[in-house]
């Protein structure tokens, strides 16, 4: 039996997908200078970034479910 929170996670997922699909569908290169520019960031600061949106995605599904 599929719990609900693992087919939440799949819909998250392909959110995720159709949006990042949307940005290299719309403007490629725009897509590919930020990655450039990922590649010159120092890891520290992707690091800190990452972890930031990773709170701020908990934080709006805790909003979202309460």
Do not use: Q
């Amino acid at each position: 039996m599929k719990s609900i929170a693992f087919g939440d996670f799949l819909i998250g997922l392909g959110i995720l997908f159709v949006l990042e699909g949307i940005l290299f569908a719309a403007s490629p290169d725009w897509m590919r200078r930020a990655m450039k520019s990922a590649l010159a960031t120092p890891d520290n600061i992707l690091r800190i970034v990452g972890i930031g949106s990773a709170l701020a995605g908990l934080i709006l599904i805790w909003v979202v479910r309460r």
